[in-house]
């Protein structure tokens, strides 16, 4: 956080504020982004005082399928760890491979542990560095068990199918039909504050299309782990047809009077143009190979989840060059819809995400910037609590890890649900709990570290007034 003084009045970033929220609703808020951008342009070029002059990025690692937040952060005292053993059934782990934690806030007697797979994040976890969030999900407004059980709350739609959660995840507008993520509008908002001019994305995807940064103005910049996504063989003393090649220029430098033909030709010219500036922005950054040492799969070879981790490190490292202030990198795993043999795919899951997240966080501690990136998982749903026979099936509240050097960690926030089939957490059955944390609360408490102010929350969140926790207290003050 910036401690340089201020000159009287408002800020550059207090203006647009107010001037967003002056007299309009959220609607009105939303569609007056784009004269944001232009507001921000010309108070820039009046010398008006710039945007806080600090650095923060974010990384989303999302796993696909629906991980098993049961066996991620287990009770570990005797009494709890029994009654989870009891229900738990065949996919229970053995007390004695868990990997217990320090957790600064549970409560008497309690204790608590990690998946064996996550020994690389055991001792981060202990300092500080690591906090567990319980029992999160996708929700319209708090629910009771009794609510869910009599139809007289709404919950979201398609609860357990992982198309709709995943996109409910990554939006968090369960009730709207619209597929703009809550990444995207933060960057909407933050873009024209933090990074403007610049020529590339805030918002950068090493994990392919998602839903979380699609924005009404900022789009996603796709990455590879090998870098920039580019034409092939596009040089002049690269290309084995040069003719080609100035065939192609000469046709991307032409004036098109067809207002399609024109927004082709635009579209083209800036992929060669961001190509070519990351392209050589790499050829700058070293490659880190070595800090992700840890970072490889059962063979031996490079993790996937790491080269994605070590590909966002790269384009921090380069981030005066892109003139990014503000960073939003999505990264991601599959094989998590774990309904047959779970316990070793599951296990083999969580040793690379765990070996991954723990390099990459001793990454950023390396470059200086640990306390300015927060790397955080999220999933489709939980697994059910009792066992189909070597699996689960799809669920609901699951419990999730956020990692970085400006996270309130060691402590986990949030409830532990009543581990018992049909209790008061379950819907019913077979151990789907009722998520005691949305994903609105989730997300405010990071865009609240990331810059938002409480104003503009309902402008990234649109339901965060339901629910009454915006800040769960996991993140250090912004």
Same mark, same amino acid.
Request: proline content about 6%; hydrophobic content about 35%; charged content about 15%.
């Given at each position: 956080?910036?401690?340089?003084?201020?000159?009287?009045?408002?800020?550059?970033?207090?203006?647009?504020?107010?001037?967003?929220?002056?007299?309009?609703?959220?609607?009105?808020?939303?569609? $007056?982004?784009?004269?944001?951008?232009?507001?921000?342009?010309?108070?820039?070029? $009046?010398?008006?005082?710039?945007?806080?002059?600090?650095?923060?990025?974010?990384?989303?690692?999302?796993?696909?399928?629906?991980?098993?937040?049961?066996?991620?952060?287990?009770?570990?005292?005797?009494?709890?760890?029994?009654?989870?053993?009891?229900?738990?059934?065949?996919?229970?782990?053995?007390?004695?491979?868990?990997?217990?934690?320090?957790?600064?806030?549970?409560?008497?007697?309690?204790?608590?542990?990690?998946?064996?797979?996550?020994?690389?994040?055991?001792?981060?976890?202990?300092?500080?560095?690591?906090?567990?969030?319980?029992?999160?999900?996708?929700?319209?407004?708090?629910?009771?068990?009794?609510?869910?059980?009599?139809?007289?709350?709404?919950?979201?739609?398609?609860?357990?199918?992982?198309?709709?959660?995943?996109?409910?995840?990554?939006?968090?507008?369960?009730?709207?039909?619209?597929?703009?993520?809550?990444?995207?509008?933060?960057?909407?908002?933050?873009?024209?504050?933090?990074?403007?001019?610049? $020529?590339?994305?805030?918002?950068?995807?090493?994990?392919?299309?998602?839903?979380?940064?699609?924005?009404?103005?900022?789009?996603?910049?796709?990455?590879?782990?090998?870098?920039?996504?580019?034409?092939?063989?596009?040089?002049?003393?690269?290309?084995?047809?040069?003719?080609?090649?100035?065939?192609?220029?000469?046709?991307?430098?032409?004036?098109?009077?067809?207002?399609?033909?024109?927004?082709?030709?635009?579209?083209?010219?800036?992929? +060669?143009?961001?190509?070519?500036?990351?392209?050589?922005?790499?050829?700058?950054?070293?490659?880190?190979?070595?800090?992700?040492?840890?970072?490889?799969?059962?063979?031996?070879?490079?993790?996937?989840?790491?080269?994605?981790?070590?590909?966002?490190?790269?384009?921090?490292?380069?981030?005066?060059?892109?003139?990014?202030?503000?960073?939003?990198?999505?990264?991601?795993?599959?094989?998590?819809?774990?309904?047959?043999?779970?316990?070793?795919?599951?296990?083999?899951?969580?040793?690379?995400?765990?070996?991954?997240?723990?390099?990459?966080?001793?990454?950023?501690?390396?470059?200086?910037?640990?306390?300015?990136?927060?790397?955080?998982?999220?999933?489709?749903?939980?697994?059910?609590?009792?066992?189909?026979?070597?699996?689960?099936?799809?669920?609901?509240?699951?419990?999730?890890?956020?990692?970085?050097?400006?996270?309130?960690?060691?402590?986990?926030?949030?409830?532990?649900?009543?581990?018992?089939?049909?209790?008061?957490?379950?819907?019913?059955?077979?151990?789907?709990?009722?998520?005691?944390?949305?994903?609105?609360?989730?997300?405010?408490?990071?865009?609240?570290?990331?810059?938002?102010?409480?104003?503009?929350?309902? +402008?990234?969140?649109?339901?965060?007034?339901?629910?009454?926790?915006?800040?769960?207290?996991?993140?250090?003050?912004?």
């Amino acid at each position: 956080m910036s401690t340089s003084p201020r000159r009287p009045g408002l800020s550059r970033r207090q203006f647009l504020g107010h001037a967003a929220c002056a007299g309009i609703g959220l609607t009105g808020m939303l569609s $007056q982004l784009g004269t944001l951008r232009l507001l921000g342009a010309t108070l820039s070029a $009046q010398g008006l005082p710039n945007a806080v002059n600090d650095y923060k990025a974010l990384v989303c690692v999302f796993l696909f399928g629906g991980n098993d937040g049961n066996n991620t952060i287990i009770p570990y005292d005797q009494p709890t760890y029994d009654r989870y053993a009891l229900n738990r059934g065949a996919l229970a782990l053995p007390r004695n491979t868990l990997l217990p934690v320090n957790v600064a806030n549970a409560g008497p007697g309690l204790q608590y542990a990690l998946h064996p797979s996550l020994a690389r994040l055991q001792p981060h976890f202990n300092a500080g560095r690591v906090a567990g969030l319980l029992n999160v999900g996708t929700l319209l407004a708090p629910i009771t068990k009794a609510e869910y059980l009599s139809g007289g709350a709404a919950v979201p739609p398609y609860l357990f199918s992982h198309n709709d959660q995943q996109w409910q995840w990554q939006t968090s507008v369960p009730d709207s039909p619209k597929r703009i993520g809550w990444g995207g509008r933060l960057a909407d908002l933050q873009n024209a504050l933090y990074n403007e001019g610049s $020529q590339i994305s805030m918002n950068m995807s090493i994990a392919g299309q998602n839903f979380f940064q699609a924005g009404n103005e900022v789009l996603q910049y796709h990455l590879t782990t090998a870098g920039s996504v580019g034409l092939n063989e596009y040089s002049a003393t690269y290309s084995p047809n040069p003719e080609l090649y100035r065939a192609l220029r000469d046709t991307e430098g032409l004036s098109y009077s067809h207002i399609f033909e024109r927004e082709y030709a635009g579209v083209m010219n800036r992929a +060669i143009a961001n190509d070519t500036l990351v392209r050589s922005l790499l050829a700058t950054v070293p490659s880190y190979t070595e800090k992700f040492a840890n970072s490889v799969n059962p063979n031996g070879t490079p993790s996937a989840i790491g080269g994605q981790l070590r590909m966002a490190l790269r384009m921090m490292a380069g981030r005066q060059t892109l003139g990014h202030k503000r960073q939003i990198f999505f990264c991601s795993m599959g094989g998590f819809d774990t309904h047959d043999d779970q316990l070793d795919n599951h296990a083999a899951l969580l040793k690379l995400l765990g070996d991954a997240l723990s390099d990459f966080y001793q990454a950023t501690v390396d470059l200086g910037i640990s306390t300015n990136v927060t790397a955080f998982t999220a999933s489709d749903f939980n697994r059910t609590y009792s066992s189909n026979g070597r699996g689960s099936d799809h669920a609901w509240g699951s419990h999730q890890l956020v990692v970085g050097g400006a996270v309130n960690g060691g402590r986990l926030y949030g409830s532990m649900p009543r581990l018992e089939i049909d209790g008061p957490d379950d819907t019913g059955g077979r151990g789907n709990w009722i998520p005691t944390i949305s994903t609105d609360e989730y997300a405010a408490t990071l865009s609240k570290w990331f810059g938002v102010t409480t104003g503009d929350m309902p +402008i990234v969140l649109p339901n965060i007034g339901r629910f009454a926790h915006p800040d769960l207290g996991f993140m250090a003050p912004a």
